[in-house]
């Protein structure tokens, strides 16, 4: 806790310096921590996100899930870049870099193919949300501050906490373990775009059954009347791209911790914060999928809601 201490009234010092005009707005960002550099650019985020909910359409929340893949690689974009000016870029960072922009990409391509940026789009989550609020204006104004703009930005900083301890470890050698984990952070983000696929081919195929009648090859009637992917990864887990986000940002807390040969670290905060977040939000996913879909329950029986279970695993009824 005294380090910690120590950390905040060091940086906040630096802050007072920079806002007195005592040093340059440069010599701040040089000299300070990445990490309150990277908290004031999230900053911004966050107001803007704010803004974003009480102009146009009213309570409209949707800005933070298209800034959500930004966010964190705006923070490892920051890291990158502060090592260098300083003269110690961090060879791990500048590995995570193009593979963490791939996923970034990707998750904004799949939002801009759910129709996620044109206007008028609103996830059907929040649609849930604003209903167990009763729509009522002083508690949506209340949610739209502490976990729209506060919580979930900062949350995604947070994320990123162990690329502070590769940061820190800047140009020292490489040996084969790093590539181990990167091979391992590469692997989890190929996965997830697999998942993501797997979804997104379903809901193509289910909508062309719905309009044409026309079933799609790879698939029978029965499965797109389900209403629900039960092939490839979630033939094992309900939420396969959920749980490899999980994955994702462990796997890089636990290449931190190899690197700084620190097992348990302060930079747990960040992964252990959005593992909960990801398990409350499956939850609250289920229970719409639940009303929505008279065999999802048949489907929760069999099916791991994260992580693959042994012996669970989605077995097709047979035909009557």
Known sequence: MAVINH??????EMVKLCLSRAITFSDFYLRSHPFTSTLLITSGFMITTFIS???GKKNDFTLVDKLWPMISLSCTLNY???????GNVSYRLLLILPFQTFWAYHLVELFARRGGYSSGFEDHRWAKVKAQLNHDPIQLFVFSIFFVSI????MLINNTMP???LWEAGSSSLNFGDYFFLALYVSLIGFEYLCDEYQQDYQVAKAKYKGTGKITSGYTKRQLERGF??????????????FAEQLIWVSLYL?????SGTLINWSLIGPLEFVIFVV????????????RYPAYKQYCTQVGILAPLPGKKWVEPKAE
């Open 229 to 242: 992917c039960t092939v490839g990864p979630f033939a094992y887990s309900r939420h396969p791209a959920f």
């Open 255 to 259: 290449w931190g911790a190899y690197v």
């Open 151 to 154: 919580y979930q930005p900062l």
């Open 53 to 55: 909910c009480h102009t």
């Open 7 to 12: 950390f905040v009234f060091s940086e906040w």
């Open 280 to 291: 409350k939000s499956s939850g609250f996913t289920e229970s719409i999928s639940t009303e």
């Open 80 to 86: 990158t870049l502060h090592g260098y000016l300083n």
């Open 163 to 165: 690329e502070c301890i």
